[in-house]
């Protein structure tokens, strides 16, 4: 629960302020005004003011309620309270609570945003400036990555300018690190808070329990005359995360009268009412993961004179998880042989829902899952400035970002001996919640095997995934002042260079003397599981088992099974190499005049984007691998802006802004992995020829393009109260879909026919893969406000509140994303309504503040099986957090503070939905995922020399 405020771009902590130095000498984003009209605080400016001002929440507010009001584009932004006090679990926890902005939960924890409606593809991420390798396949950051404790503020920008390179086409979040420089004296920082999880310990034998810790240390000063200044800190979380997981396979109606299973056209289960909605299977699964992450931060900036300033930041971050699943699955499908009795239901519309009974001839399939994720981020910038006094002004900028990924999965069957079954007597909720089983058999006891319950045609599977993401990039631009409306102008240019590549191998595991070598699969053979690799059961409780079998899968796997390699289609399409080369020139004039009587300023620019795409993979033809494809293209972009403010009169601004913004399509679309081959076609059109026919990436996608324009208007008063009122209007000129093309030249692009036996009647297609398509808009309303209590009567002085509302809507086709596995039906990452709430108190060195986030349902991202991209429905999601505190004010304890946080405080769970399909073309919602994470409760010690 972070202070959320808004803020210019490039503001940075307002705890202290000094005019020791130039106000011409700025970072590497933006330039300063070097003319003789009226100066602003620009964005990014490196500046240091004598008094040292209010730190806090209501301080952080009103510095940033400053800055945002001298803003050229608009903005929304979070500020630290003070060093290392920016106490969420990560950046996008903050970042949730800003007007237009929503986060989405995964392992309970958020890490990626959307911004106005878009899914994170189309979000922007840079630190300092400069735009960052990922962790994973696409492009949107994963923002748990970053520690808070070593991030003074983000700033959103949802107006761009011509300067602002690396930007998204919804819009562009800029993290930041402190500046020694703005400190007037020697800063040292540390914190130190105590976590517990309220759902327990569910896998005790893991290692991961219900309690972890969260560390860190900033050291700041200064030296030879305050002209060189150093930055260091470095930031531990040790978390604990105890997920209770339950999901509902498929429903189907059943008419006993017909014999018919309507859901499969199969047939009727026994026992089972006529004309009834029931389950047919379902996943009970508990997930401890630990989460360890250090993270280190230098920043060595140096200003000898008024001239010269240079800036070394460097970011590295070490992320290591471990994850436990362990759980137990079955199919209550007819198919499966299943009958039902003393079976009880639930008036429903439209028709009753089956809630409780008993289900026979179950066979339990126990699952048991071990996943370690090991990452690495590295980022390094050096920012140098020259202000030749005449005006002139010349910046340098070299960066580096790294992203390393290492990822490990295994996990092993196993079930009842022989084939066996069960029965499983049962009590579901009709809506949302957990359901009670009770099954007939122990489940964590001897009569647990491993085995092949279900037919797989394989005991288990081992993954190894590695990944390297990389991007070098050089920036130089100089600013001059110029007359008539403008105050100077800025000419850039900036080369990156992005290389990702991706591996991933697959292994089947088998039971050593139950496999290929005894040359006959018996999937009903069982192996005891060697006791010496038993943990304590795995608590299934809240789905009423009380424990499953839990083990050493690492170890089984070395001791009890042998592996083949086998990679599959959808492995070798994981296989691949992508590269962008991307020069930009861009201009930029800023504006400082009079129109009439109201003064005017902004800025007005246009970016030149040059973009050379290149992707090496290989075509599969099924599983079998063929060989290696290249492809690639270039192409160019122009992309104008414009920001206008005018000040109607004191406090209050009317803004507007126009831009061309794009944001391409996702790494992994630009793939060039596909399968191809060549079949004979035995019916309807070209039966009797052999064609060709495949699917896969597109290395030669063009980017998604948008026209956006934004209207705003703010009134600030009092200290640090504000309202504003925001429209936008996003309207995409093109979107990518998944398309069939059907006069794909198999030829020209390269594949080759392993099937010598088949000749293609021609090298013409279809292929389907993601292709440029029509758009359509995005329009949204936002409003924002704050109030501090004292404006309305001094005995609430010291009381406030912060909200803000969104409301989204969007005419993009649902079919932009119909294809996609889960088939939503809306947009990934759209939410209607986005809504915050928080009130808060500080005064005489209390702080109580307690928020809330909303948002409406909206198609989320999800890693699906065999770490496959998947989407899902996820249903409207509220979550509440809660922080109260103490900061000694004055004497032997002045500089402490004591901090109690509550994250989720209703343990508000995630929830998804499904929507069956039903007799008489009646489609039904029914719930899919359940999942809850517990309270998060932290308790600490923050302390300021």
Same mark, same amino acid.
């Given at each position: 629960?972070?202070?959320?405020a808004?803020s210019?771009?490039?503001?940075?902590?307002?705890?202290?302020q000094?005019a020791t130095?130039?106000?011409?000498?700025?970072?590497?984003?933006?330039q300063?005004?070097?003319? %003789?009209?009226?100066?602003?605080?620009?964005?990014?400016?490196v500046?240091?003011?004598?008094?040292?001002?209010?730190?806090?929440?209501?301080?952080?507010?009103?510095?940033a309620?400053?800055?945002?009001?001298?803003?050229d584009?608009?903005?929304e932004?979070?500020s630290?309270?003070?060093?290392g006090?920016l106490?969420?679990?990560?950046?996008?926890?903050?970042?949730?609570?800003?007007?237009?902005?929503a986060?989405?939960?995964?392992?309970?924890?958020?890490?990626v945003?959307?911004i106005?409606?878009f899914?994170?593809?189309?979000?922007?991420?840079? /630190?300092n400036?400069?735009?960052q390798?990922?962790?994973?396949?696409n492009r949107?950051?994963?923002?748990d990555?970053?520690?808070?404790?070593?991030?003074?503020?983000?700033?959103?920008?949802?107006?761009?300018? !011509?300067?602002l390179?690396?930007q998204?086409?919804?819009?562009?979040v800029d993290l930041?690190?402190i500046k020694?420089?703005?400190?007037?004296?020697?800063?040292?920082?540390?914190?130190?808070?105590?976590?517990?999880?309220?759902?327990g310990?569910?896998?005790?034998?893991?290692?991961?329990?219900?309690?972890?810790?969260?560390?860190?240390?900033?050291?700041?000063d200064q030296?030879?005359?305050?002209? /060189?200044?150093?930055?260091?800190?470095?930031?531990?979380l040790?978390?604990p995360?105890q997920?209770?997981?339950?999901?509902?396979?498929?429903?189907?109606?059943?008419?006993?009268?017909?014999?018919i299973?309507?859901?499969?056209?199969g047939?009727?289960?026994?026992?089972?009412?006529?004309?009834?909605?029931?389950?047919e %299977?379902?996943?009970?699964r508990?997930?401890?993961?630990?989460?360890?992450?250090n993270?280190?931060?230098?920043?060595l900036e140096w200003?000898?004179?008024?001239?010269?300033?240079?800036?070394?930041d460097?970011?590295?971050?070490?992320?290591?998880?471990?994850k436990?699943?362990?759980?137990?699955?079955?199919?209550s499908?007819?198919?499966?042989n299943v009958?039902?009795?003393?079976?009880?239901?639930?008036?429903?519309f439209?028709y009753?829902?089956?809630t409780?009974?008993?289900?026979?001839?179950?066979?339990?399939?126990?699952q048991?899952?071990y996943?370690?994720?090991?990452d690495?981020?590295?980022?390094?910038?050096?920012?140098?400035?020259?202000?030749?006094?005449?005006?002139?002004?010349?910046?340098?900028?070299?960066?580096?970002?790294?992203a390393k990924?290492?990822l490990?999965d295994?996990?092993?069957?196993?079930?009842?001996?022989?084939?066996?079954?069960t029965?499983?007597?049962?009590n579901?909720?009709?809506?949302?919640?957990?359901?009670?089983?009770?099954?007939g058999?122990?489940?964590?006891?001897?009569?647990?095997?491993?085995?092949d319950?279900d037919?797989?045609g394989?005991n288990?599977?081992?993954?190894?995934?590695?990944q390297?993401?990389n991007?070098?990039?050089?920036?130089?631009?100089?600013?001059?002042?110029?007359?008539?409306?403008?105050?100077d102008v800025?000419?850039g240019?900036?080369?990156?260079d992005?290389?990702?590549?991706?591996q991933a191998?697959v292994?089947?595991?088998?039971?050593?003397g139950?496999g290929?070598?005894?040359?006959t699969?018996?999937?009903?053979?069982?192996?005891?599981?060697?006791?010496?690799?038993?943990?304590?059961p795995?608590s299934?409780?809240y789905?009423?088992?009380?424990?499953?079998?839990?083990?050493?899968?690492?170890?089984?796997?070395?001791?009890?099974?042998?592996?083949?390699?086998?990679?599959?289609q959808?492995?070798?399409?994981?296989?691949?190499?992508?590269?962008?080369k991307?020069?930009v020139a861009?201009?930029?004039?800023n504006?400082?005049?009079?129109?009439?009587?109201?003064?005017?300023?902004?800025?007005v620019?246009?970016?030149?984007?040059?973009?050379d795409?290149?992707?090496?993979?290989f075509q599969?033809?099924g599983?079998?691998?063929?060989?290696?494809?290249?492809g690639?293209a270039?192409?160019?972009?122009?992309?104008?802006?414009?920001?206008?403010?005018?000040?109607?009169?004191?406090?209050q601004?009317?803004r507007?802004?126009?831009a061309?913004t794009?944001?391409?399509?996702?790494i992994?679309?630009?793939?060039v992995?596909?399968? !191809?081959g060549?079949?004979?076609?035995?019916?309807g059109?070209g039966?009797?020829?052999?064609?060709?026919?495949?699917?896969g990436?597109?290395?030669?996608?063009?980017?998604?393009v948008?026209?956006?324009?934004?209207?705003?208007?703010?009134k600030?008063f009092?200290?640090?109260?504000y309202?504003a009122?925001?429209?936008?209007?996003k309207?995409?000129?093109?979107?990518?879909?998944?398309?069939?093309?059907?006069?794909f030249?198999f030829?020209k !692009?390269?594949?080759?026919?392993?099937?010598?036996?088949?000749t293609p009647?021609?090298?013409?297609?279809?292929?389907?893969?993601?292709?440029?398509?029509?758009?359509?808009?995005?329009r949204?309303?936002e409003?924002s406000?704050v109030?501090?209590g004292?404006?309305?009567?001094s005995?609430?002085?010291?009381f406030?509140?912060?909200?803000?509302?969104?409301l989204?809507?969007?005419?993009?086709?649902?079919s932009a994303?119909?294809?996609?596995p889960g088939?939503?039906?809306?947009?990934?990452?759209?939410?209607?309504k986005?809504?915050?709430?928080e009130?808060?108190?500080?005064?005489?060195?209390w702080?109580?503040?307690?928020s809330?986030?909303?948002?409406?349902?909206f198609?989320?991202?999800?890693?699906?099986?065999?770490d496959?991209?998947?989407?899902t429905?996820?249903?409207?999601?509220?979550?509440?957090?809660?922080q109260?505190?103490?900061?000694?004010?004055?004497g032997r304890?002045h500089g402490?503070?004591v901090?109690?946080?509550?994250?989720?405080?209703?343990?508000?769970?995630?929830?998804?939905?499904?929507i069956s399909?039903?007799?008489?073309?009646?489609?039904?919602?029914?719930?899919l995922?359940?999942?809850t994470?517990?309270?998060?409760?932290?308790?600490g010690?923050?302390?300021r020399?």
């Amino acid at each position: 629960m972070a202070n959320l405020a808004l803020s210019d771009a490039g503001a940075q902590d307002t705890q202290v302020q000094s005019a020791t130095k130039p106000a011409n000498i700025e970072t590497h984003t933006q330039q300063a005004k070097p003319t %003789g009209k009226t100066q602003k605080p620009q964005q990014g400016s490196v500046r240091n003011l004598d008094t040292v001002v209010v730190t806090g929440i209501r301080g952080s507010i009103e510095g940033a309620l400053k800055a945002k009001q001298n803003s050229d584009n608009i903005v929304e932004a979070i500020s630290a309270e003070d060093i290392g006090k920016l106490p969420d679990a990560s950046i996008a926890e903050s970042l949730s609570h800003l007007p237009g902005l929503a986060t989405q939960r995964l392992d309970g924890r958020a890490n990626v945003i959307s911004i106005r409606g878009f899914s994170p593809d189309f979000s922007g991420t840079t /630190l300092n400036g400069r735009e960052q390798a990922t962790v994973g396949e696409n492009r949107g950051v994963e923002y748990d990555q970053y520690p808070s404790e070593l991030i003074s503020g983000a700033v959103v920008y949802k107006t761009p300018d !011509a300067s602002l390179v690396g930007q998204g086409l919804s819009g562009t979040v800029d993290l930041h690190t402190i500046k020694p420089l703005d400190l007037p004296r020697r800063a040292i920082a540390a914190n130190l808070r105590g976590e517990y999880t309220t759902n327990g310990t569910l896998s005790p034998g893991t290692g991961v329990g219900d309690l972890g810790h969260r560390t860190s240390f900033s050291y700041i000063d200064q030296f030879f005359d305050h002209t /060189l200044g150093l930055a260091m800190g470095f930031a531990q979380l040790d978390s604990p995360i105890q997920e209770k997981q339950y999901q509902a396979w498929w429903w189907s109606v059943d008419n006993g009268s017909a014999g018919i299973d309507h859901n499969w056209g199969g047939p009727h289960t026994p026992g089972m009412p006529d004309n009834v909605i029931s389950q047919e %299977g379902m996943q009970l699964r508990a997930q401890s993961e630990n989460q360890l992450r250090n993270g280190l931060m230098t920043v060595l900036e140096w200003a000898p004179g008024d001239h010269y300033h240079s800036t070394l930041d460097l970011y590295y971050s070490v992320f290591n998880e471990r994850k436990y699943k362990n759980g137990v699955q079955w199919s209550s499908s007819p198919y499966n042989n299943v009958s039902y009795s003393d079976v009880g239901v639930t008036p429903a519309f439209p028709y009753p829902i089956v809630t409780s009974g008993t289900v026979n001839g179950i066979q339990p399939i126990l699952q048991n899952e071990y996943t370690k994720e090991h990452d690495k981020l590295f980022s390094a910038g050096w920012n140098n400035q020259y202000d030749f006094g005449n005006g002139w002004m010349a910046m340098a900028d070299l960066s580096y970002s790294s992203a390393k990924k290492s990822l490990h999965d295994a996990y092993l069957f196993s079930g009842l001996a022989n084939a066996g079954t069960t029965s499983v007597q049962f009590n579901t909720p009709v809506g949302d919640g957990y359901p009670y089983f009770t099954p007939g058999v122990d489940l964590s006891g001897p009569s647990i095997v491993f085995t092949d319950p279900d037919n797989y045609g394989y005991n288990g599977r081992e993954e190894f995934d590695r990944q390297n993401d990389n991007i070098h990039a050089v920036r130089m631009e100089v600013s001059h002042p110029v007359g008539w409306i403008f105050s100077d102008v800025t000419l850039g240019v900036n080369y990156s260079d992005r290389k990702k590549t991706k591996q991933a191998d697959v292994f089947f595991a088998w039971l050593n003397g139950n496999g290929s070598t005894s040359g006959t699969y018996r999937p009903g053979f069982g192996v005891p599981v060697d006791p010496s690799l038993l943990y304590a059961p795995t608590s299934l409780s809240y789905g009423g088992i009380s424990g499953i079998l839990d083990y050493n899968v690492l170890d089984a796997l070395q001791q009890q099974f042998y592996l083949t390699q086998r990679n599959g289609q959808a492995d070798w399409s994981r296989n691949y190499t992508i590269e962008e080369k991307v020069p930009v020139a861009y201009v930029k004039f800023n504006i400082d005049t009079q129109l009439g009587d109201v003064p005017l300023r902004g800025n007005v620019g246009v970016q030149f984007v040059h973009t050379d795409q290149s992707s090496q993979a290989f075509q599969t033809n099924g599983n079998a691998l063929v060989g290696t494809l290249t492809g690639g293209a270039k192409y160019n972009n122009v992309l104008p802006s414009l920001n206008l403010v005018a000040q109607l009169s004191e406090g209050q601004l009317l803004r507007f802004g126009f831009a061309k913004t794009m944001a391409r399509g996702r790494i992994d679309d630009e793939k060039v992995a596909s399968t !191809a081959g060549v079949a004979l076609v035995t019916s309807g059109p070209g039966a009797g020829k052999v064609l060709w026919s495949g699917s896969g990436g597109n290395p030669q996608l063009k980017p998604y393009v948008a026209v956006g324009t934004d209207l705003s208007w703010e009134k600030y008063f009092g200290k640090s109260s504000y309202v504003a009122v925001a429209v936008f209007n996003k309207n995409l000129l093109n979107y990518i879909y998944d398309k069939t093309v059907l006069d794909f030249d198999f030829a020209k !692009a390269g594949y080759v026919n392993d099937t010598p036996s088949l000749t293609p009647s021609s090298n013409i297609g279809s292929f389907t893969r993601p292709e440029n398509g029509a758009g359509g808009k995005m329009r949204g309303l936002e409003l924002s406000g704050v109030l501090e209590g004292g404006l309305v009567s001094s005995a609430i002085d010291g009381f406030g509140v912060q909200a803000n509302f969104s409301l989204t809507n969007s005419s993009i086709p649902v079919s932009a994303v119909s294809t996609i596995p889960g088939s939503p039906s809306t947009l990934p990452g759209l939410s209607r309504k986005v809504a915050n709430l928080e009130l808060y108190y500080e005064k005489y060195g209390w702080s109580v503040r307690i928020s809330e986030r909303y948002r409406s349902s909206f198609t989320g991202e999800a890693v699906a099986l065999f770490d496959q991209l998947g989407y899902t429905k996820i249903l409207a999601d509220k979550q509440t957090d809660f922080q109260a505190g103490y900061d000694f004010p004055d004497g032997r304890w002045h500089g402490l503070s004591v901090l109690l946080q509550i994250y989720n405080l209703t343990n508000s769970a995630n929830k998804t939905q499904q929507i069956s399909n039903l007799p008489n073309n009646v489609q039904v919602a029914r719930p899919l995922d359940y999942v809850t994470w517990g309270r998060t409760v932290m308790l600490g010690l923050n302390y300021r020399l």
